[in-house]
């Protein structure tokens, strides 16, 4: 999927998708047993990863790796997640602050180089046009996104 904004920009999601497409979702996403997560597990299931959208990964962000779920599960809806943020950035139910959390929770710094590239690839490639769109809410984003950032440096 490519995703025009400005003139001559675009964003290609296919990388991000093909990197941890080898991630599959499992057939049960394990959770803590006092928390109820049947409704998000079967949510979460019940469409295609480029299907799913906030509303379906609302708890999934919150909670995962820490109540629900493992990184393996988190590397693969990591490709739809970003991608929303980068396309559906206001409606996001959690600042972008989170996603990077959750990048450090799993120990981002130790996955396989080319996972750690294709994240640091796509990041850039946004920042770029957020840079060069000339739109005031693109601007908005990039501060909001570059402050997320800094405060987990």
Not at 99 to 114: I, M, N, P, V
């Amino acid at each position: 999927m490519h995703i025009k904004y400005a003139p001559n920009m675009e964003i290609n999601f296919q990388e991000i998708y093909q990197e941890f497409k080898h991630y599959p979702l499992k057939p049960s996403i394990k959770g803590c047993p006092h928390c109820e997560l049947k409704s998000v597990n079967s949510s979460l299931h019940s469409k295609s990863l480029e299907s799913l959208s906030w509303d379906d990964f609302q708890v999934f962000i919150f909670k995962s790796m820490t109540t629900f779920g493992d990184v393996e599960d988190f590397k693969h809806f990591l490709p739809r997640i970003f991608e929303l943020y980068i396309t559906d950035y206001w409606n996001a139910p959690y600042d972008f602050e989170l996603l990077l959390s959750k990048l450090t929770y799993a120990k981002f710094e130790s996955w396989e180089q080319h996972e750690k590239k294709t994240i640091k690839v796509l990041y850039q490639s946004w920042v770029n046009q957020l840079q060069t769109s000339g739109l005031q809410s693109d601007l908005e984003i990039l501060e909001d996104i570059e402050s997320d950032v800094l405060s987990l440096s």
